[in-house]
């Protein structure tokens, strides 16, 4: 018994390591991104990039909630993404609000519309699903072309970003940009670790099971389509104030419903760090080929393909393999170290 | 005397195939009762219907002599019953723990303050962590807490879908087959868990299995059905010597 | 007016529904929601346009041609794409077939560029009078041809060897191998088939729209709302739901205004999924999905 107990507490103390281990890779890579633009060589372009690429990420990680961890597929996030940026344009055009309150109105209007959208979609199988939100990101686009408020194609222009009541430029709006990615990349990773993270993975992985264990899946579903649905919404609001302007021509084609899911798959949608590379992915192919933009195209769906033959997981889940392979050893050397020395 | 789980007159069919005809049945408190019958008999289909998966055409389900058929499947484990699968239904993707703490569902407590992370959360959740290392240690399940379940072998998956029943405290668990497809010590392992689980924890259970000798060592009260009616019922002496129940079983002209 | 509007609409649903139909067939037989399913009717425009602008070649033998190289195309798509996953789950086959309509999109801007192209008119521009309306000879030629498909259809699912294997594979694909039915071959045939589909759909609404990458957008959106008012399962039932939408959506752009026209189809799909999920004619599809 009381060999099990210090085998007990060797592994739960190497678990806190590894713990420890993550929050401070965590941490050194957030301070990294907030030293970035003092870097050698970084040009004043770039902290726009960053934050364009912040904004996918962001929107990715709302698709990871809905397609990686609850295991509902959404072809339409791109609607959320203009009903985020059409709210908090119109709450700055006509009632010149803050920027943070932009953020916030624009997830919470998203949220709700989700809510909606999701009473009616959930009681639907995936492939039903599929075809019912892409319908949807349509719908949003055909609203902002031809209600008369959205302006249409011509757009709505908006004033320089106010937040907290200070005017901020590219490299104001790039801090911004990384406050909001980190506090909802916590946010997820309170979910995924919670009880209703469970449920969600739960309702993923076996529906029977989970509602014999009492998860409601109308409540559960419904909550982790309005939460997604949030999450893209805020990524909309810094989509529209990153350059100042909406519009229909942006908001009415399927690319951003697509982009987002392509980056949640190649990247791996049920896992932290996925919508990460798959957001980087994502923009900066376009970027690299500049010149060849139907190169690009040509070059995500070849990656899309290989990663699906080759590494369905995505690719952050190919570059945790090893590190997590190696804690294994740890962990079983702790186990059964243990057992050999009290042996002889 | 009222049972702990009542059904009668319980009536399903598909399509014109009727795979319950008037089931009644009883299944008394503090009791393990089995369920058996040849293929076919209609006794998933009852399972589903006491479990909710399954709508009935006719007939009532009274748990605690409360009627349940207008409930949904997730609210039945709020009335403390739980059931297993006939042919495993783990969540695969997770580990051990995790999926006895799914399994713990209805504890919770409120899913917002929970998603938050709040303190009064925080309690509830390191509880739960407690009691589900607790649970898997008496199911011997110990080591394995921190695997995922899809690389565990088969008798240790079954011992995590108990486990995963019980985290719920109900007290009365429905179980499905739970020795089908183990070998003879996984399957005498389950026979002193379930065993255990009744005497120990108290709890009710009601189990279908095909295991002959398991049902007739393991119940103290047996349901035979046949072609979706009640055919007999007994103690496993009672049974094992009932005609009809050996006609059923090998054919009439045996 | 209104008749008019009806046979004109009835003339675009006939397009939908072939799209309809290739979605379902795809559908029924591999679990997959193929995304890529408007792009082999735009390559097949291009190529059609192709072989009649830049080679001078013949309407008809440019049409047979198109459909020639998108049967190829839908086999070669099964072949290197969808085979060696075709056990995943169906979110992995519809996630690639994205990654087929992501290269698709990019090769056809690569060879074609993204401006968008008409496509050499050859029919007689001026209306016929058809039941107390007014309608181009384009729109009932592409009527005739939809028709003619369809009763081809109808004969190759009811007569032909590899028709019948086809629905004992819908049915149930395990015990069609058993029954010793060349299941991967007729896998390969559905993709041929959905190839075959979209090569008439492309060429045919080329005169109607315009040629461009993006130009089977609108129309996949519409062929999927079809396909789910049969359940994703049934084809007579897609072809209704493509007849009604085009009906539908051609009353709506003309009393209500050209803004309605592309929500139509939404809002049929929420009623729809809203009210009767397993199509409009209560067929239950057979696999969970």
């Known amino acids: 018994m009381a060999e099990q107990n210090t085998i007990q507490t060797r592994t739960d103390k190497l678990k806190q390591k590894f713990g420890r281990q993550n929050w401070l890779a965590a941490g050194v890579l957030f301070l990294a991104a907030l030293a970035f633009p003092i870097f050698p060589g970084v040009e004043g372009w770039m902290a726009s990039q960053a934050s364009l690429i912040i904004l996918y990420i962001i929107a990715a990680q709302g698709v990871s909630v809905l397609t990686g961890y609850t295991g509902l597929v959404t072809v339409g996030h791109g609607g959320f993404l203009a009903i985020g940026a059409y709210t908090s344009a119109l709450l700055t055009k006509y009632f010149a609000v803050d920027l943070l309150v932009g953020i916030i109105a624009g997830g919470l209007m998203a949220a709700f519309i989700g809510f909606l959208l999701g009473l009616i979609f959930l009681r639907l199988s995936g492939a039903f699903m599929a075809i019912g939100t892409l319908g949807f990101a349509f719908f949003i686009g055909t609203v902002a072309n031809n209600v008369p408020i959205f302006q249409g194609r011509e757009g709505i222009s908006l004033p320089p970003n106010r937040i907290l009541g200070l005017e901020i430029e590219d490299l104001g709006f790039y801090y911004v940009s990384l406050f909001t990615i980190g506090l909802i990349t916590l946010f997820i990773y309170g979910i995924v670790r919670s009880g209703v993270g469970r449920a969600f993975m739960a309702l993923r992985d076996s529906e029977r099971a989970a509602e014999s264990a009492g998860i409601n899946r109308v409540f559960y579903r419904t909550l982790a389509f309005s939460i997604s649905a949030f999450i893209t919404g805020v990524a909309g609001v810094l989509n529209a104030h990153i350059v100042n302007y909406v519009s229909a021509e942006v908001y009415a084609d399927i690319w951003y419903s697509v982009d987002f899911l392509v980056a949640t798959v190649v990247g791996g949608s049920a896992v932290l760090m996925g919508p990460f590379i798959g957001g980087i992915f994502v923009v900066m192919v376009p970027f690299f080929f500049e010149t060849l933009a139907d190169f690009a195209y040509i070059l995500k769906g070849v990656v899309l393909i290989a990663v699906l033959l080759m590494a369905p997981a995505g690719i952050a889940d190919l570059l945790a393999r090893p590190f997590r392979a190696l804690r294994r050893r740890q962990l079983e050397q702790a186990e059964t170290g243990s057992t050999n020395e009290a042996k002889p | 005397m009222s049972a702990h789980l009542h059904c009668e007159n319980v009536t399903v069919s598909f399509g014109g195939v009727v795979a319950c005809n008037k089931i009644s049945l009883d299944v008394e408190e503090g009791k393990v009762v089995g369920l058996i019958g040849p293929n076919g008999a209609g006794k998933t289909t009852l399972f589903n219907v006491l479990s909710r998966f399954q709508n009935v055409d006719e007939g009532e389900v009274y748990l605690r002599d409360k009627p349940i058929t207008g409930l949904k499947a997730h609210q039945i484990i709020q009335l403390g019953m739980a059931r297993t699968f006939q042919n495993i239904n783990l969540f695969n993707e997770q580990t051990t723990l995790d999926n006895i703490l799914i399994g713990a569902h209805r504890l919770l407590g409120n899913p917002f303050a929970d998603m938050l992370a709040l303190p009064s959360s925080r309690r509830i959740e390191a509880k739960l962590r407690d009691r589900a290392v607790q649970l898997a240690e008496s199911l011997h399940l110990q080591g394995e807490l921190d695997n995922l379940v899809r690389n565990l072998p088969y008798g240790m998956q079954k011992r995590v879908e108990l486990a995963r029943a019980l985290a719920a405290e109900p007290d009365i668990i429905l179980l499905d087959e739970p020795v089908a497809g183990c070998n003879e010590e996984e399957t005498s392992e389950l026979k002193a868990i379930i065993k255990r689980v009744n005497e120990e924890f108290g709890i009710t259970i009601l189990l279908v299995e095909h295991d002959m000798s398991m049902v007739m060592t393991v119940c103290d009260y047996i349901h035979v059905i046949n072609f979706g009616a009640n055919l007999a019922d007994g103690t496993p002496s009672d049974i094992q010597t009932n005609r009809d129940v050996i006609n059923a079983y090998l054919g009439e002209d045996h | ?289």
């Not at chain 3, 109808?154 to 029954?179: C, H, N, S, W």
């Not at chain 3, 492309?202 to 993006?214: S, W």
């Not at chain 3, 959106?221 to 396909?227: D, R």
């Not at chain 3, 929420?270 to 999905?289: D, K, N």
């Open chain 3, 1 to 289: 007016m209104f008749g008019q509007q009806v046979i004109s609409g009835l003339a675009t649903g006939s397009l939908y529904a072939l799209t309809a139909v290739a979605v379902v067939v795809v559908f029924r037989n591999t679990r997959t929601i193929n995304l890529a399913q408007g792009d082999f009717s735009m390559i097949g425009a291009f190529m059609a346009l192709i072989f009649i602008k830049d080679l001078g070649l013949n309407y008809y033998v440019s049409l047979g041609l198109a459909v020639v190289f998108c049967i190829g195309l839908g086999i070669l798509v099964e072949r290197l794409v969808m085979r060696p996953i075709a056990d995943s789950d169906w979110l992995t086959l519809f996630t690639a077939t994205l990654g087929v309509y992501y290269i698709l999109h990019g090769v056809a801007g690569w060879f074609w560029g993204r401006d968008t192209k008409a496509f050499p008119v050859t029919f007689d521009p001026t209306p016929i009078k058809v039941i107390g309306g007014l309608l181009s000879q384009g729109h009932l030629i592409n009527m005739a041809w939809a028709v003619a498909i369809g009763a081809a259809l109808y004969y190759f699912f009811k007569y032909t060897k590899q028709g019948i294997a086809m629905r004992a594979v819908t049915d149930d694909p395990e015990t069609a191998e058993l029954m010793g039915i060349p299941v991967r071959f007729i896998v390969l045939l559905t993709w041929g088939m959905a190839g075959f589909l979209a090569a008439f759909v492309g060429v045919l609404i080329a005169p109607i729209i315009y040629v461009a990458p993006e130009m089977m957008d609108e129309v996949l959106i519409k062929g999927y709302v079809a396909a789910v008012f049969g359940g994703l399962y049934s084809i007579p039932g897609a072809i209704v739901g493509a007849l009604l939408i085009g009906v539908t959506e051609n009353l709506a752009g003309g009393y209500l205004g050209s803004e309605f026209k592309t929500v139509t189809a939404f809002i049929m799909i929420v009623m729809l999924l809203a009210f009767r999920p397993q199509g409009l004619f209560g067929i239950q599809h057979r696999r969970e999905v």
